[in-house]
């Protein structure tokens, strides 16, 4: 079998993550689950030596950015996290997810650049890397500013399905999702694709939430789709690209942390054997340019 890749990308934002529709629950849950979630997946990671690439929010780490937030600033400055984070020994790439969490595909160029300016010179005053870039909501827009940045890296769609229904309208968008987790389908290979001078690797699968109607979303279900998932990145030679936030481990937590400790200990058995190559996202850019097709921008 080919080995395929595996490439694991988490967007870290605590309550910025939902500034413009923010609830007291919201502000609970960042506030005294979060933390507790990232020192666990931390240590989940270095346990089967899996890197991933963590997309951070850069005004968790600048406290005026929190001065002016509506509830505690735990909610909304985190260093702490990412100090913990830069202690790992799994090999984790720090990427970003904006300066604070604006959406690009309606932001004008301006604010685009400034939010990226900022990010920028966040990551630079704390040592942190700076070539992968997550697009907030999977919105993307202006990539020259991306580029600009010096970013290397981003992304924003998913393959499959469920990105063509989302097109329909954020409902269509949201039902075809619930319905892809819920059946085991194979979630579709991606590819590095070279835009301009930045290289997208779009996302393969989300590992969702378990409140509301999630949580009818059999674990089993879940297992059986992740394990497709890699298997079709090797049978492709393609990309396997998981990703979530920590939040979507508020619910049903024990189920969650049991689901992904099983498939990272699969994949670093595959890793093993040589039939998959675990990624972080930047180290796509390194790749020869012949080796990332182009696509159109």
């Known amino acids: ?29 960042a506030e005294t689950a979060e933390r507790h979630i990232c020192a666990a997946l931390i240590e989940l990671f270095d346990r089967h030596r899996v890197p991933a690439t ?20 735990a909610c ?10 830069l202690n790992n020994k799994a090999g984790h790439e720090i990427g970003t997810h904006s300066g604070r969490h604006i959406y690009f595909d309606t932001a004008s160029a301006d ?38 940045v010096g970013l290397k890296v981003f992304n924003a769609a998913d393959v499959g399905w469920v ?15 619930l319905l892809d987790k819920l059946v085991p389908v194979p979630p579709r290979s991606a590819r590095a694709e070279r835009q301009g001078e930045l290289i997208h690797i779009p996302k393969s699968m989300l590992l969702m939430g378990r409140n509301g109607p999630r949580r009818f979303v059999l674990p089993a279900v879940t297992r059986a789709k992740l394990r497709a998932g890699l298997r079709r990145a090797q049978e492709t030679a393609g990309i396997f690209h998981l990703w979530f936030h920590p939040s979507n481990f508020y619910f049903r ?11 990272l200990a699969h994949a670093a058995n595959q890793a093993g054997q040589g039939r998959v190559d675990i990624r972080t996202m930047s180290s796509y850019a390194r790749e020869p340019a012949c080796g990332v097709p182009d696509r159109a921008v």
């Open 76 to 85: 909304w400055f985190a260093p702490d996290i990412i100090d913990r984070l």
């Open 163 to 177: 990105e063509s229904a989302r097109r329909l309208g954020k409902r269509a968008g949201q039902i075809a999702n």
């Open 54 to 73: 963590w997309a951070v929010v850069a005004a968790l780490l600048d406290e005026a950015s929190a001065a002016a937030r509506p509830g505690p600033k």
């Open 111 to 148: 604010d685009a650049r400034a939010d990226l300016e900022f990010a920028r010179s966040v990551h630079r005053a704390r040592g942190l890397g700076f070539e992968s870039f997550v697009f907030p909501r999977g919105a993307p827009g202006h990539l020259d500013a991306v580029a600009g």
């Open 253 to 263: 937590r024990d189920e969650q942390f049991a689901t992904l400790d099983w498939f």
């Open 1 to 29: 079998m080919t080995a395929g890749k595996l490439t694991i990308s988490i967007d870290l934002e605590l309550a910025w993550g939902v500034w413009d529709h923010l609830t007291p629950a919201d502000l609970r849950l």
